[in-house]
């Protein structure tokens, strides 16, 4: 399942009946990302969980971590999964209203459902009332009730490979594995693997912690189940707190194929809608275009004025990199570094991006829309018509302090 994205759907019988409440709809419309932030991060780690048996399984023996996840991934391929999992953040400062809201909507229990069709949906109780995720092949759809609002982003249409076993794709090999790990080692120190039973199911668990001190982000526990490499326990802890900034548990898990019924959503006809436009296309059906990297060439190609200082707090520039359009600046290599994104702004489409519903900040003049987390922080802003967002795992005064240096 680590091969695959999922998510859940309405009440399964299965699972009980769960009486929802409905939230609090006088809380600013500007508060919707923070739901679309809670679901992102669900879908992430939420692809199955574990049924449990009464007298248990027995954990596999330990073996080395590219052995244990070549074996995970080598199963038979998932067809579908009913799941309860619960979810809790601690990412958001929780002095203002936008960070209650937000510490209510990351804290909640519920079902997910997802099947290899490509379609999925989440169902949460949070402590802001209750969240839906729905989503298929082109549309990933977002209901929060405090806000009684749906969040709405399409999904590129890109070509899917056909799930037949002679086109199925095939699992990494142990030489593609240590690759992979060779690269992740560069930035973070991963412990061997922990045979344990998580959720009832024989599993593996990792920690990797970060090598760079200058980062906000500490470390990353990993559980997955041994025989289908679903993910099991997902927490990511910001430097200097024992509590993770999010974590999520999966307590129950059925491999089956999925009703219909539970893929399907029902929201309230007075919903507000509001479209964050789209997820990049990442995936091209055709061959890829020749990369664009160097600042003479992405600045003659990409249509606007680029901004790229030498360097910002100090940090040289890394890279400059131009896909889809977009512009994308590095400044260092480790999990400090920051990273600016341009792109030419759209005048005529009145499509929001999920930061510009943000509080705003001004920095030298320069109206901000700012996302500040345990993890990083991330400031958007418009100018010359250019849309730009600065991010990193860095607190939000070293992050305004490097701004204006962008113009």
Do not use: C
Request: hydrophobic share 40%.
């Amino acid at each position: 399942m680590l091969r695959r994205l999922g998510w859940p759907a309405p009440v399964d019988p299965e699972f009980g009946d769960r009486q929802a409440t409905r939230g609090v709809r006088t809380l600013s419309r500007r508060s919707g990302w923070i739901a679309v932030f809670a679901a992102l991060a669900l879908a992430g780690g939420g692809t199955a969980i574990a049924l449990a048996a009464d007298d248990g399984p027995s954990p596999r023996q330990s073996q080395p971590l590219d052995r244990a996840i070549a074996q995970a991934l080598s199963s038979e391929p998932v067809t579908g999964v009913s799941a309860d999992v619960t979810f809790t953040g601690d990412l958001f400062p929780t002095g203002t209203m936008l960070g209650k809201l937000a510490s209510g909507l990351l804290s909640g229990s519920g079902q997910l459902w997802w099947s290899d069709t490509g379609r999925g949906r989440i169902e949460m109780q949070t402590g802001a009332g209750p969240v839906q995720v729905v989503w298929d092949t082109s549309t990933l759809s977002i209901y929060a009730a405090a806000l009684n609002t749906i969040y709405r982003i399409s999904i590129p249409n890109a070509d899917r490979p056909s799930s037949s076993a002679s086109t199925a794709t095939q699992p990494p090999t142990l030489a593609q594995i240590d690759d992979i790990f060779g690269q992740i080692d560069a930035d973070w120190t991963i412990s061997q693997p922990q045979p344990a039973v998580v959720a009832g199911q024989p599993a593996y668990s990792v920690t990797l912690s970060a090598k760079e001190s200058g980062s906000m982000l500490s470390s990353l526990q990993l559980s997955w189940d041994a025989q289908h490499a679903t993910p099991l326990k997902i927490a990511v802890y910001a430097r200097g707190t024992s509590t993770p900034a999010i974590e999520l548990d999966v307590t129950n898990i059925v491999y089956r194929p999925v009703a219909p019924a539970n893929l399907q959503a029902t929201f309230p006809a007075n919903a507000t809608v509001t479209s964050l436009g789209s997820i990049p296309n990442t995936t091209p059906s055709g061959p890829p275009p020749t990369p664009i990297s160097g600042l003479p060439a992405v600045s003659a190609a990409a249509g606007f004025a680029v901004s790229a200082p030498d360097s910002l707090l100090g940090t040289p520039r890394s890279g400059v990199y131009l896909h889809d359009r977009t512009v994308f600046v590095s400044y260092g290599h480790d999990l400090a570094g920051i990273a600016l994104i341009e792109r030419q702004a759209d005048p005529s489409t009145q499509t929001q991006h999920a930061l510009t519903l943000l509080p705003t900040v001004t920095v030298n003049g320069i109206n901000a829309h700012e996302l500040t987390t345990t993890l990083g922080t991330a400031l958007t802003w418009q100018a010359h018509g250019v849309t730009y967002v600065l991010a990193g795992s860095v607190p939000a005064a070293t992050l305004e302090h490097a701004l204006p240096a962008v113009r």
